[in-house]
């Protein structure tokens, strides 16, 4: 069993940051890709950045240069820092890993139970 757990999410103002945390645990032998998605109020959820093992990282246009994605390996967690925060930013941010458990060849993506973010103009 496998469990993601995120952290950070809160209100800001706009032009304000937040820091976003999500910690995997339970049965991994090893994660292919994390990422965070978003989903506002009557919109689809969306991505809104990944990170390979190899710490290679995707971004959507809207965030480009004010989130910054990372990762740590060997302690099976990623954080996604928010600066430069806009009201359209506001969502339950969700974090995403993509796994592989022991003793099996195939992966399969997990999902955490998401934090709101709020930004207040």
């Known amino acids: 069993q496998v469990q993601l757990e995120e952290s950070g999410g809160g209100l800001v103002q706009s032009g304000g940051s937040l820091r976003l945390s999500c910690a995997a645990s339970?049965?991994?032998?090893?994660?292919?890709?994390m990422g965070w998605f978003r989903q506002a109020p009557g919109k689809q959820r969306e991505l809104v950045a990944s990170i390979t093992s190899a710490g290679r990282t995707n971004y959507a246009d809207s965030v480009k240069g004010r989130f910054t994605i990372s990762r740590d390996n060997a302690k099976n967690t990623m954080s996604l820092q928010m600066n430069s925060l806009k009201p359209e930013d506001t969502a339950v941010y969700y974090c995403?890993?993509?796994?592989?458990?022991?003793?099996?060849?195939?992966?399969?993506?997990?999902w955490g139970q998401g934090t709101q973010v709020t930004v207040s103009s």
């Open positions: 339970g049965s991994i032998f090893s994660i292919n890709i």
């Open positions: 995403k890993a993509v796994l592989r458990a022991p003793m099996t060849s195939g992966v399969d993506g997990y």
